[in-house]
């Protein structure tokens, strides 16, 4: 599947953006989309996957602190991430990323999150955090 995410942009500290992933039989072929992101000169991190069968959402707690909301509609074959609270360390290119297999355990495998096991990716959309 072709992935396409937007909804990226600049934001002030404290702002909100929502992020969209849509793909043709996203959330109807695929088990589970996850958000990861990117920031440079750092590491690939997750950020949250969500279980497109029955919804079960996944977060990394050191990543979200309770800010951001993953949810899908399947009908729209789309997967949203809403971010609220920004603050520039958020500041990344956020990718989506589909797998055949499941969210679960929503865990760096060997602490690397480049293995998590997502076969298709989106292209990406910045965020940027910043006054």
Not at 42 to 51: L, Y
Request: with cysteine.
């Amino acid at each position: 599947v072709q992935l396409q995410a937007s909804g990226g942009g600049l934001v002030q500290p404290g702002g909100s953006l929502r992020l969209s992933c849509t793909g043709s039989g996203l959330t109807s072929g695929y088990p589970a989309i996850g958000w990861f992101r990117q920031a440079p000169g750092k590491e690939r991190e997750g950020v949250s996957c969500i279980s497109s069968s029955d919804g079960s959402t996944y977060y990394t707690d050191s990543v979200v602190k309770g800010r951001f909301t993953i949810s899908r509609d399947n009908a729209k074959n789309t997967v949203y991430l809403q971010m609220n609270s920004l603050t520039p360390e958020d500041t990344a290119v956020y990718y989506c990323a589909a797998s055949v297999f499941s969210c679960h355990p929503w865990s760096p495998l060997g602490g690397d999150w480049t293995r998590a096991d997502f076969g298709s990716w989106g292209q990406g959309t910045q965020v940027t955090v910043s006054s």
